[in-house]
């Protein structure tokens, strides 16, 4: 669970069936928004949120996010932009489940899709060129060696245990629209690999940004645009500095999350 979400109460708005006990409920600070999550399981985090302030999405854009593990980047994005419709496909049973309860518990039906699947399949699943837009926050961590249980929830959202990143891009490949846009978020460490392997699928690197924990520290964190079938040529854009001293979050930070 990050700082940035508020816990909410679980009230009489939300049905009780809906809520398990390891379960709670969070505010999104969006529209009135909320999001089911279990801590046993795997909790979104800053990285989602500012992937959703990266992308952008256009009015009557379709979008897909691939892993959308709690669906929270399909519903800040429904609630900050002016797509069409948001689908969010996530291999994880449990993880599915919960994200479509959040989905219903805000009234999304008619503009977000939860399906259960692997993303390894998703062009077979949506068919070719289907989406304007493709998001994803991949697993950051290369495999699951020295994993005590690679099959819990949290080691398969950091770890490439069910998917690489060449799977993400050969799938967002497929997924896109020719000149259809892909936002990803990943560690700067892996940066050369992210480059190359985008570039091999056709997918060209448009617009990066670093986030930095406080001005004066190294990026641990790289927010990437690419346009499937784009030419040459990357911005680099001002980097996000997230605290302008201890506890105390920057204008950025504070815009992104709604505060």
Same mark, same amino acid.
């Given at each position: 669970?990050?700082?940035?979400?508020?816990?909410?109460?679980v009230?009489?708005?939300?049905?009780?069936?809906?809520?398990?006990?390891?379960?709670?409920?969070?505010?999104l600070q969006r529209?009135?928004?909320?999001?089911?999550?279990?801590?046993?399981?795997?909790?979104?985090?800053?990285?989602?949120?500012? @992937?959703?302030g +990266?992308a952008? /999405?256009?009015?009557?854009?379709?979008?897909? !996010?691939? %892993?959308? #593990?709690?669906?929270?980047?399909?519903?800040?994005?429904?609630?900050?932009t002016?797509?069409?419709?948001?689908?969010?496909?996530?291999?994880?049973?449990?993880?599915?489940?919960?994200?479509?309860?959040?989905?219903?518990?805000?009234?999304?039906?008619?503009?977000?899709?939860?399906?259960q699947?692997?993303?390894?399949?998703?062009?077979?699943?949506?068919g @070719?060129?289907? +989406?304007?837009? /493709?998001?994803?926050?991949?697993?950051?961590m !290369?495999? %699951?060696? #020295?994993?005590?249980?690679?099959e819990?929830?949290?080691?398969?959202?950091?770890h490439?245990?069910?998917?690489?990143?060449?799977?993400?891009a050969?799938?967002?490949?497929?997924?896109?629209?020719?000149?259809?846009?892909?936002?990803?978020?990943?560690?700067?460490?892996?940066?050369?690999?992210?480059?190359?392997?985008l570039?091999a699928?056709?997918?060209?690197?448009?617009r990066?940004k670093? /986030?930095?924990?406080?001005?004066?520290?190294?990026?641990?964190?790289?927010?990437?645009?690419?346009?499937?079938?784009?030419?040459?040529?990357m911005?680099?854009?001002?980097?996000?500095i997230?605290?302008?001293?201890?506890?105390?979050?920057?204008?950025?930070?504070r815009?992104?999350?709604?505060?």
């Amino acid at each position: 669970m990050t700082d940035f979400v508020r816990k909410k109460t679980v009230d009489k708005t939300v049905s009780e069936e809906k809520i398990r006990d390891t379960e709670r409920v969070d505010s999104l600070q969006r529209n009135s928004y909320h999001i089911i999550q279990d801590t046993s399981k795997f909790c979104f985090g800053m990285d989602a949120v500012l @992937l959703s302030g +990266f992308a952008q /999405v256009r009015r009557g854009e379709r979008v897909i !996010d691939l %892993g959308t #593990g709690t669906g929270i980047i399909p519903i800040l994005l429904e609630a900050k932009t002016e797509g069409r419709h948001f689908t969010g496909l996530e291999i994880q049973p449990e993880m599915a489940d919960m994200a479509t309860r959040s989905v219903a518990l805000n009234g999304l039906q008619q503009k977000i899709d939860i399906v259960q699947g692997d993303l390894k399949e998703a062009s077979r699943l949506f068919g @070719l060129a289907s +989406f304007d837009v /493709v998001t994803s926050n991949p697993p950051y961590m !290369d495999g %699951g060696a #020295g994993l005590k249980n690679p099959e819990e929830p949290k080691a398969i959202a950091r770890h490439e245990i069910l998917c690489s990143f060449d799977d993400v891009a050969r799938e967002t490949a497929r997924l896109l629209k020719p000149g259809g846009r892909f936002y990803l978020v990943h560690r700067p460490r892996r940066l050369p690999e992210l480059m190359v392997t985008l570039r091999a699928y056709g997918l060209e690197p448009k617009r990066m940004k670093t /986030v930095h924990p406080y001005a004066d520290r190294d990026a641990n964190l790289v927010l990437i645009e690419a346009v499937r079938g784009g030419r040459p040529l990357m911005k680099l854009e001002a980097p996000i500095i997230v605290f302008k001293e201890p506890g105390i979050y920057s204008d950025e930070i504070r815009e992104i999350y709604g505060y």
